[in-house]
């Protein structure tokens, strides 16, 4: 089974930072790779898929990179409505499709 | 626009049984790849099962041969029987659509609200 992990498990940060976080797959796994937002009492949302794909909607700010074993999602600038919690997804081996520990993202 | 709405959700002993439903609105989930994930509340997400829409179906190992995926076109819903519930199993269910991307970017592009399913005695 693919493992995915996630660093850091948490950060903070302030209005207009660049926030970076990371995802490492436990084998290659190509550019197949998801990140999702998820905010308390909510569903997740895609914002990236295909490692660095844009998903229809989601603002420029978020961009995703990486292939094979090591991704990260930036957000270039910190907006309030961006603090929640961000989980990477490995799409390689689907049907089955392991997510990573998750990231939370809060104000410093 | 599309909308997927979860119910059946609730307390369950130890060892009993419970069906989820996900009911679709804005496309039709026949035609669709279908998913069920989970979350301890508080804790990460855990990919649960899928429903392909040729009607082939895939678990995670710790629900096979407990849990069964399936769906009823007629109503434009997804189910999820699941049974010899655990304590382990308490979860918030969501169900979600599968977007089958080209060059296998496939991702989970709608998502219901989630039901609560508690295990205990």
């Known amino acids: 089974d693919i493992q995915m992990t996630q660093s850091p498990s948490s950060v903070s940060a302030s209005i207009g930072d660049r926030v970076t976080i990371t995802c490492r797959a436990s084998?290659?796994?190509?550019?197949?790779l998801a990140w999702y937002q998820q905010k308390p009492g909510k569903a997740p949302k895609v914002l990236i898929y295909?490692?660095?794909r844009l998903q229809s909607g989601v603002p420029s700010r978020f961009s995703g990179s990486g292939s094979g074993t090591d991704f990260t999602l930036t957000i270039s600038s910190l907006q309030p409505e961006d603090f929640a919690t961000y989980y990477c997804?490995?799409?390689?081996?689907?049907?089955?499709?392991?997510f990573g520990g998750g990231t939370k993202v809060e104000i410093k | 626009e599309v909308q997927l709405v979860e119910t059946g959700g609730g307390l369950i002993q130890p060892g009993g049984s419970l069906r989820l439903s996900c009911a679709a609105s804005?496309?039709?989930?026949?035609?669709?790849?279908m998913s069920w994930v989970r979350q301890v509340p508080g804790k990460g997400l855990e990919w649960v099962s899928v429903?392909?829409?040729?009607?082939?179906?895939h678990y995670a190992d710790s629900v096979k041969g407990r849990f069964t995926i399936s769906r009823d076109n007629s109503k434009n819903t997804l189910y999820l029987q699941m049974s010899s519930l655990r304590a382990e199993d308490t979860a918030v269910y969501f169900c979600?659509?599968?977007?089958?991307?080209?060059?296998?970017?496939?991702?989970?592009?709608?998502w219901g609200q989630g039901t609560l399913v508690t295990v205990s005695s």
């Open positions: 804005g496309f039709t989930v026949s035609r669709s790849y």
């Open positions: 084998q290659g796994i190509s550019s197949w």
């Open positions: 997804q490995q799409t390689h081996s689907f049907p089955s499709l392991t």
């Open positions: 295909g490692a660095s």
């Open positions: 429903l392909y829409s040729d009607e082939n179906t």
């Open positions: 979600a659509r599968v977007n089958i991307g080209g060059f296998g970017y496939n991702c989970l592009d709608y």
